[in-house]
Antibody, heavy 117, light 108 residues
């Protein structure tokens, strides 16, 4: 069974840092594009960042230069290093697997990041 | 950046009836369009990919159509578990992937 499980969320002050993790199982992790998608309370879905099997990375304009996505294929793990956090980054962050078509077919349960003083 | 616009924002339909949700792209996305369902407190779930292909385990009452800039999600014979928020997403031109703002399907 395909599973992705996020961890690492919490409360952080503006300007602070946080590292999210996503542990994958049930599929060949190293073969897939993986992504982070966030959702502020009561709002829609916002794509944040993605990474290819070989480590090529992609970012939304709102996080470029502040967030860094990475993966460790040997550990079936995806990460999101978030620096210079802002109140507007407060959201549930989901880890998602992309199919070869490009849609996101498996999502984790999400981890809540709250940026507040 | 491609902007995805969903309509209506809220749709009220009675159980057993048909619901039709719309999604429009600001430029052509070919058929690279997915639909997701999200219930309160849950992660999104993939329903439709490539505009009209039903994802694994999704009931046949869900169907998608369209290409280019106009897309439709149809749910026939609505059941109680279908009342949720639905999002469309384009993956034709990325980054960034972009989602619509969502349509809330509520019980009439």
């Amino acid at each position: 069974e395909v599973q992705v499980v996020e961890s690492g969320g919490g409360l952080v002050q503006p300007g602070g840092s946080l590292r999210l993790s996503c542990e994958a199982s049930g599929f060949t992790f190293s073969s897939y594009n993986m992504h982070w998608v966030r959702q502020a309370t009561g709002r829609g879905l916002e794509w944040v960042s993605g990474i290819g099997p070989a480590g090529d990375t992609f970012y939304s304009g709102s996080v470029k230069g502040r967030f860094t996505i990475s993966r460790e294929n040997a550990k079936n793990s995806l990460y999101l290093q978030m620096n210079s956090l802002r109140v507007g980054d407060t959201a549930v962050y989901y880890c998602a697997r992309a199919t070869y078509e490009g849609d996101f077919d498996h999502w984790g349960q999400g981890t809540l990041v709250t940026v507040s003083s | 950046e491609i902007v995805m616009t969903q309509s209506p924002a809220t749709l009220s339909v009675s159980p057993g009836e048909r619901a039709t949700l719309s999604c429009r792209a600001s430029q052509s996305v070919s058929r690279n369009l997915a639909w997701y369902q999200q219930k309160p407190g849950q992660a999104p779930r993939l329903l439709i990919y490539r505009a009209s292909n039903t994802a694994t385990g999704i009931p046949a009452r869900f169907s998608g159509s369209g290409s280019g800039t106009e897309f439709t999600l149809t749910i026939s014979g609505l059941q109680s578990e279908d009342f949720a928020v639905y999002y469309c997403q384009q993956y034709n031109n990325w980054p960034p992937y972009t989602f619509g703002q969502g349509t809330k399907l509520e019980i009439k």
